[in-house]
Structure formats: C-alpha cells, structure tokens
C-alpha cells in the first residue's frame, strides 16, 4: 500500500455527496464566477476567522497584493517579512514596487524571529534609503507568529501589519485568530492546504469596509466602488467605470461552493490533524534532532510536519525505500535565490533560515492518517541508522 503525503480523497470520500450537490447548484444557476456562493463563502469564512470582513479572490498570492495596493505601499517602502518562506510571501512586494527586507526566523518555531525584526526595521531606518511600511508574518507549516510581540513592534514604528495565514488558516493564539492583531490575514485555497478547494482560491480577512471595498475594486479590474463616486450616479455596471488600475482576481463560484462544504468540516479536522501531531511527536521523541515546538497557547493547524535532522537527505532518501514519501520546506531559502538575492537582509543576517534549509523535512500529514500507516512512518525513521 502507497502512503500518501497529503490525502485529499480521503477526505472526497467523505463529503462526496455533499460536494456533488454544492457543483450541480452552480450549474443550475449559471453564476459560475462571483456567484451568490461567493458572498455565502466569504460570510461563513468572516465568522470562522474572527474577522468583521473577508473578501475572495482568485489565489493566495493575490491576497498579500491587495491589501499592499489598497494601502498605497510602493517606490521607496520598505515590506519586511522572512526569507524561510514560499516565493510567493515577497513576490508580490516588487509588484507593487516596493523593496522586501529579509528577516530571520526563530529556532524553534520556524516563525519571524521579532528581535531581528526589531533590528532589521532600525537597520533600514538608520540607513535612510526606504520608509519601513509593512510586515508580512507567515504562519509556517500550520501555526501562529508571535503576533502580540510584532504588532507591538508595528505600534511603535507605524507599520502595517499582515497575517501570512496561506499554510496557517484556522491557527489560534490563546484562542484568538490572527487577525485580532493583524490589519489584515491573507490565506490560500490551493488544493494541498488545510481548507483547500480544488482549484486556486484565496482570501484577505480584515476590520475596515473602506479597506474591503478597496480590495474589491482592485480585484475586479480597479471597478469604481462607492468611495469613488462621491454622490455621482453612474447607472451602468461598476465594472465599466474605472477608479484605478487593478487586476483580475475573482473566485469561481464552484470552488466557493466546495470551500463551504469544507468549511463545515474543518473545525473537526483541525482537532483530527492535532491527533496525527501528537502522535508523531510521542513516537518520534528522542530519534531526530528536533520535532515541531509550538508558540505557546498557540494550535497549529498542521499543514506540514516538519523534523529536523542532521542527516536530512539521507534519512530522505531511506524513507524512500520504505514507501514513505517525504518534502523539503525550503531547501534554498528566498535570500539566495537569484531573483531576490540583491534585496537587502535584516540586520543581524539570516543564520537560523540557512541553518533549517539544510535540516528540516516534512513527514506525510493530514486529517484521516491511519494509525497503522503512521506508525509505519515513524518506525521508519526510527529504523535510519545514517
């Protein structure tokens, strides 16, 4: 039998029916882009999220750019987030035309380190070259930044400041979801993350409907939205009067529809992939450098579990050979890569990312693992003698 890293038929077969139906209601009514199970979604997604407002769009990258361009972030800003992260965390800050600042991430949690943070804000203001503007937190591998520390620092310096939340929707922090703190919390439905669709799909959760309905002109093309019309009647659609430059990010309605009937589950399989961690974390004590430490009062939501290992690619490759397929999160950290490599690093330089790049491995994860199969995993590792 094949062990799968992330089991999403699992899942399928559970909600089949339920999924079957939401699909036929949006062939039945035909609204197949911003359909009315777009507005359901984005209502049912608010209240899960803690968050007053939230706002679809059409991937996660596109949910850390609108907020960027609704605040007018651009030439001469300065965005700072981690480089232990996906490509897509500071790509978008170029987009908008503003300069990303790498900053290191903390040993245990893999989170953006706030003392570098700290550092690396005066570093640039010392320098005098770039405003500090925003701080993009990333929710790795499932679990909350230390968001009541860096919304702190933000406080202090006049940053904006956003919840990464693409691996960590759903994380919690003394019970309290991250964007009690952050101005806004972006995530992504990309099919292998724990509330995924089956498609591309994003959102951007936030507190201010001046901020929202920014957003929603940027993602439909700069539509003009109330706040442009100033007492102006224009009697045709938005969507052919428009206030800015945007772009085209708008969520299907069928993968809205399948996002509702996930959402009704995920709680449960949020306490199910707790199970799976805890698991792990009892079989595996003792036999790799390091299991996942999580912030406390913190719960994950387990996108990933990631070890760390002396020997990470060679106990990678013996898993192999034991049917146990395995992932490496990130073996060249952003910094390095040729795109970004120019950018500038955060005072204090970036030793703890170029460290895990070298260390960390992701075991097989999801919700509905069997015990039997786990346990074979972990007696996989285990077995490594290299």
């Not at 442009?228 to 945007?246: M, P």
């Not at 003792?286 to 009062?297: F, K, M, Q, R």
Request: glycine share 8%.
């Amino acid at each position: 039998m094949s062990i799968a890293f992330i089991d999403l038929a699992a899942q399928q077969r559970r909600i089949r029916s339920r999924l079957d139906a939401a699909i036929a209601r949006v062939l039945d009514h035909g609204g197949y882009v911003m359909g009315p199970e777009v507005r359901q979604f984005e209502a049912e997604l608010a209240a899960f999220g803690q968050a007053p407002l939230s706002l679809s769009c059409a991937n996660g990258t596109d949910a850390i750019a609108l907020p960027l361009m609704a605040w007018g972030v651009g030439e001469g800003d300065a965005v700072f987030c981690p480089s232990f992260t996906f490509t897509a965390t500071p790509e978008v800050v170029p987009w908008v035309g503003a300069t990303p600042v790498f900053v290191d991430v903390l040993p245990d949690t893999f989170n953006l380190d706030p003392e570098k943070l700290e550092a690396a804000i005066a570093g640039v203001q010392a320098e005098g070259k770039l405003k500090p503007a925003v701080v993009i937190a990333v929710d790795l591998f499932g679990q909350p930044a230390d968001y009541p520390t860096l919304r702190a620092i933000c406080d202090r310096h006049g940053l904006k400041l956003i919840s990464d939340s693409a691996q960590g929707f759903g994380c919690t922090l003394n019970g309290r979801h991250p964007i009690h703190w952050a101005d806004v919390t972006t995530t992504s439905f990309f099919p292998a993350k724990p509330l995924g669709c089956y498609g591309d799909g994003g959102a951007v959760l936030c507190k201010d409907q001046a901020l929202w309905d920014l957003m929603d002109s940027f993602r439909v093309h700069g539509k003009a939205v109330a706040q442009d019309l100033n007492g102006r009647v224009f009697e045709h659609e938005s969507k052919y009067l428009n206030a800015r430059i945007g772009m085209n990010s708008r969520l299907d309605s069928i993968q809205a529809a399948i996002l509702i009937e996930k959402l009704a589950i995920f709680p449960e399989e949020i306490t199910m992939r707790q199970a799976v961690a805890d698991r792990y974390a009892d079989g595996l004590k003792g036999s790799v450098l390091s299991t996942p430490a999580v912030i406390d009062g913190g719960q994950s939501v387990w996108a990933q579990y990631v070890i760390e290992h002396e020997n990470r690619d060679g106990l990678a490759a013996h898993l192999k050979t034991q049917g146990v397929p395995t992932a490496v999160y990130y073996p060249v950290p952003m910094h390095v890569q040729e795109p970004y490599a120019h950018f500038q690093q955060g005072a204090g330089g970036l030793a703890v990312t170029e460290a895990l790049a070298e260390k960390v491995l992701a075991l097989p994860m999801h919700p509905y693992m069997d015990e039997a199969v786990q346990q074979q995993i972990i007696d996989a590792v285990k077995g490594f003698n290299g």
